[in-house]
Each structure stands twice: as structure tokens, then as C-alpha cells.
């Protein structure tokens, strides 16, 4: 409307959208209701499906989309599905999943001429904060409270790449949990109570009948170690820096993944050998 509105505080959380592939514009796009609509129907049918990406959101799809007896062809870039974040090993695992329910998985392959569902990940929507001078680095830069570049104007959710006082880094996750519980964090900030975002962010994912359950920032580790077999129902994949605790991908596992949360955010040690040992509970390092 053009009219101007005086504040003392602002809070920008324009959230994010689907990053989108060139040439795809009549490929559906997650980010929308009208979109799930529009794949429950395909599904509901029991369309053929082509997805670009192997990520959570194009495997979930497949999976339920195998569940409804579609056939299903997933093309991925990468050598595995989820390959940045799980790794090689639990990528491939993955994979076999996957194959073993009957989808045609293409991996290190380029993005078909034409496709029904495009899951290549979530680009921030700074436009505003790019207009308005704020520093932007693959999302509004905002420390612990989520303070911006500018005096008197925050930032929440997954617009913001913020600093995390765990990993001394900042980071950006996309999942909703970790955007509406640091948002959270940025609106006591703003009512004036200093109490930094310190929770390990923790998502699932439901594929088939495997539940994974991933604690971490998708941050770089130099070795894994393995609780239980892998590929062997229940197990969990914890991923180590420098021999502290970065993250854990549970699978079947929730309870594991729960207590190595737990013993993150208390910036407790564990030995590479507590964790592949199954008889090893993890509570007895918070004691």
C-alpha cells in the first residue's frame, strides 16, 4: 500500500522456498499446500512418477509413493541419496532400501528432460534483507539471539544462518522444528531476555518402515562410528570431528539418538569405543 509504519523492533522470518531447477517450471514443487494437494492426486491415481533428488523430501516421496503402488524413477546427481549429510556408507544403505522397494534409483546422473516432483533442497528468502543493506551469507547473518547487521532488527527461522553457541559456528538448518523453537529464542531476545538458541537441531524422517532420526547441524566430520550392523535394524551412525560428537543418524533407534543429543548439548566426551558399544548407555556419561 506504500504506507510507512514506525517500530522500535523488527523481526524479519520470510522463511525460505524450494530451490528451483531451470526448465522444470510445470514439475511440482514442495513448499505449498496447493502442491501437496496436487501430488496426493498423482498418488492417488497411481501415476507414474520421475523425482529430481535424492534428498529427505524425494525419498519420503518415493517411498510412499512405492506404498501406493506407483512406479517411481528418482534421479540424483550425486554417487548416494542424502550424500552430504549421512555420508557414503548410510547413502548407500539408503539406496539398496530404496531398490529393494522397487524404485528405479539413478544416482550420478543428470536431471531428465522432463519430471513431476523437483526435492533439490530450500533457498532462503533474503530479498528484503538484501534490500535493506543487511549482511546476507546464504541467509541473514544473525548471532544467538538473532540479531541482524543492524541495530534493532532481528531475524528467526530458516531465513537465518545464526550462530551457534554448541558448535561455535553459525549455521542454517531447514527443518521446521529448529525454525520455530530458535524463533522462539529471537522473540524472548526482543522482550529483552539474553537466552541464546543452545538445542542440538533433531529431525526425523519416515521411509517405509524405517524411522531415521538425524541429531546434528550437518556439520563436517573426519570418521564414523557404527552402534549395531549396518543395515541391520536397529542402528545408529554417529559421526565425530576431531574425536568430539557432531551428530548421530538413528535408524529404528530413537532412543539412542535421543541420549546423544542429550550428551551434545552437555558438551560431554564420549569415546569412539562407549559409542559402538550397544551395551554402553549413554545416560552414564551425563552423570
Known sequence: SGKTIGWDLMCIATGSDARKLAGFDRALYLRELRSADRLRALLDRGSRLDIVGAGFIGCEVAAVARQK???????????????????????????????????????????????????????????LAERAGLAV???????????????????AGDVTRFFHPLFETRIRVEHFQTAQ????????????????????PWFWSDQYDLNLQYAGAGLPWDETVTRGAMGRLP????YMQSGTLVAAAGFNDHHTVARARRVMEARKMVSAQQLADPNFDLRRVLA
Request: with cysteine; net charge negative; glycine share 10%.
Open 69 to 127: 503402488g506407483c512406479e517411481v524413477r528418482v534421479h540424483e546427481a550425486l554417487a548416494q541419496p542424502l550424500l552430504r549429510v549421512l555420508g557414503p556408507e548410510v547413502g548407500a544403505y539408503i539406496a539398496r532400501l530404496h531398490r529393494e522397494h522397487g524404485v528405479d534409483l539413478r544416482l550420478e546422473v543428470e536431471s531428465p528432460p522432463a519430471a513431476d516432483l523437483v526435492a533439490v533442497g530450500s533457498v532462503p528468502r533474503t530479498q
Open 137 to 155: 551469507d546464504r541467509g541473514i547473518v544473525v548471532d544467538e539471539l538473532g540479531r541482524t547487521s543492524a541495530e534493532g532488527v532481528f531475524a
Open 181 to 200: 523453537r530458535q524463533g522462539f529464542i529471537v522473540g524472548r531476545a526482543m522482550a529483552g531476555k539474553d537466552e541464546p538458541y543452545r538445542e542440538v
Open 235 to 238: 542402528f545408529t551412525v554417529f
